[in-house]
């Protein structure tokens, strides 16, 4: 038995890759956790099956463009208030499968976080691609990791179906956005701005 | 001229009868504003014309119940970090037609802070209805109001005609959501979690 893992408070974050708001939570998680005492689990999961139910084919962004006009301005604001760097990509939102299926098999790697913060900070820091195999092995690289292991997890079909598992669990939670946090108790977050309140609420449980 | 309108900073509050949040940021603004030192305008308009050009009917929170389930919860939270009353109520969203129309009318007179609230607090509060003129005349007559030359406002096609220019603007504006806060600069800000950047925004400005 784990004493110390059962010692903390523990929060899940959901987040998807091509997602803009999950960018903004991914690099302030860590260091608001540390304060708070919580222990993070990073889960990056697919939205786009959960919102094809609804009928969306792409980003709400890109579908309802008042709301997406919105979206970047009010990200770039938020990106200037936190210090953190902005720019928008071509694409959005990218095809993200490959990278969120090294993730997926990389769920038990302490170099997670810093794998996933990687692909965030080139796609929505820097506002580069981060869908082609070549990308990915890039990123990898870039934390020190070598690629090839990895990639070719990315291709095991145990992967793909724990992916596919994943998003299931994520439904039955109750996520239909992200970033999205789940406390110990279920109690569900959404957004970037719900990273602070989630906290403490986990802190509290 | 008036100077001392000029001399204070200024923020447009948009909101919508039906919407929980608007309720939120309507309890809230007046004391915030405030101490911001900032001048709200209470802007009460219509949101459904404009979702429904997005082929929405009804409110996005029955359209997609998870988001719907969240919402409840989530606002559930908000009220009692706030300390305000909040009752769910049977119908959601109710129709507002009339209290709008009333509030269109009364968009010079002082008490219209006071009516928007009180149709919010019956609404959301206590889970009470806010549809019939019945409803209505019962809202106004609490503030001290004698409702019956505002609900006949209510019926002129002035008015009507003024509430239609409203929502038509608010579109131009960007707005696709409630409340939103639009500052003298243009800049907009959605949803209660961005009332107090607004009016920091404004304040700025």
């Known amino acids: ?60 962004f890109n579908l309802f463009p008042s709301k997406g006009r919105y979206m970047w301005r ?12 902005f720019h928008r990509p071509a694409t959005f939102p990218q095809f ?13 790697e302490s170099w997670l976080p810093a794998f996933c913060r990687a692909v965030f900070v080139r796609e929505f820091g820097e506002g580069g691609e981060i869908t082609s195999d070549a990308d990915v092995t890039g990123l990898l690289r870039a934390i020190g990791i070598g690629p090839e292991p990895w990639l070719a997890a990315a291709r095991e079909s145990v992967v793909k179906e724990a992916l596919r598992e994943r998003v299931s669990t994520g439904e039955k939670r109750g996520i239909f956005g992200a970033p999205s946090f789940v406390a110990a108790d279920g109690e569900l977050f959404w957004g970037n701005d719900r990273l602070e309140p989630a906290l403490a609420h986990a802190a509290r449980t």
Chains 1, 2 share one sequence.
């Open 1 to 60: 038995m784990d004493l110390d893992r059962q010692n903390h408070a523990r929060l899940e974050f959901w987040f998807d890759f091509g997602s803009t708001y999950s960018y903004l939570s991914a690099m302030r998680i860590d260091d608001l956790a540390g304060k708070a005492g919580v222990e993070v689990t990073w889960i990056p999961f697919l939205l786009g099956p959960i919102l094809a139910k609804w009928g969306w084919q792409t980003s709400p």
């Open 96 to 108: 993200a499968l490959t990278a969120t299926r090294v993730a997926m098999a990389a769920a038990e």
């Open 74 to 85: 009010d990200v770039e604001r938020l990106a200037i208030a936190y210090g953190l760097p």
